[in-house]
């Protein structure tokens, strides 16, 4: 158990489903993370939020959608996906701090197994 | 674009066989640099970290790697393998305040 969880832990959904992925972290981290972990590729960031800020929003698709309430969850906000949009959704979260060098360690969730049909 | 390199995709050894796994970056200056392993079935966890300090870090299960700054290389190493070290292990590097950057991943199978 790593203090991140993640629901659902199994996701397949049609191309006009809308969906919402869920991670909460119970470490009192403040930077929150959203990775796409595909087949044979490098883990991908897909957005930060630091103090409920989104700091980082590494060119993603309009057709996900973050949102980050509170320090605590972080939710990713699915419609209208494509096939190839199929992966691990990894949530992390650290310590850092606004303006702190990336140091901190990441811990990451469970993941979430999405499959766009 | 920065990029981490881990050349070996899948490395199969015997148990008590010695392990290197290679990890190279194309960061310039001042780099942080981290290795996560990924058991089977199982989340994303640290398994090592270099800030600053003796390039020669020490993590947990009996792993180290040691940061070559010249070589711009952070090899992950074990002396003797052992079945339960079967997994995918990540090299990951960050300089400043940019995100994290993984690299592909090297699958590891340890046999009997």
């Known amino acids: 158990e790593t203090g991140v969880t993640q629901t659902p832990r199994h996701l397949v959904m049609g191309m006009t489903n809308k969906k919402s992925l869920k991670c909460e972290q119970h470490?009192?981290?403040?930077?929150m993370y959203w990775y796409k972990q595909s087949a044979k590729k490098p883990l991908e960031l897909m957005f930060v939020?630091?103090?409920?800020?989104?700091?980082e929003n590494n060119s993603v698709p309009s057709r996900f959608s973050p949102e980050c309430p509170n320090s605590s969850h972080l939710f990713l906000h699915l419609h209208t996906l494509q096939p190839e949009d199929s992966a691990l959704y990894l949530c992390?979260?650290?310590?850092?701090?606004?303006?702190?060098?990336?140091?901190?360690?990441?811990?990451f969730g469970p993941g979430t197994r999405l499959t766009v049909l | 674009a920065q990029s981490v390199s881990q050349h070996n995709h899948h490395v199969i050894l015997s148990e008590a066989a010695s392990l290197e796994l290679g990890c190279n970056y194309s960061?310039?200056?001042?780099?942080?640099l981290f290795w996560y392993v990924q058991y089977p079935g199982q989340h994303l966890q640290l398994l090592l970290k270099?800030?600053?300090?003796?390039?020669l870090v020490k993590g947990i299960k009996g792993f180290e790697a040691e940061f070559i700054k010249s070589k711009f290389s952070f090899n992950l190493r074990k002396p003797s393998v052992q079945w339960s070290d079967t997994a995918e292990y990540f090299c990951?590097?960050?300089?400043?305040?940019?995100?994290?950057?993984f690299g592909k991943g090297t699958r590891l199978s340890v046999i009997a």
């Open positions: 470490l009192g981290h403040n930077a």
């Open positions: 992390a979260s650290s310590s850092r701090a606004s303006g702190e060098s990336m140091t901190d360690t990441q811990y």
């Open positions: 939020y630091n103090f409920k800020e989104q700091t």
């Open positions: 990951a590097v960050t300089k400043g305040n940019t995100p994290l950057v």
């Open positions: 270099y800030f600053s300090g003796d390039p």
């Open positions: 960061y310039g200056g001042t780099v942080n």
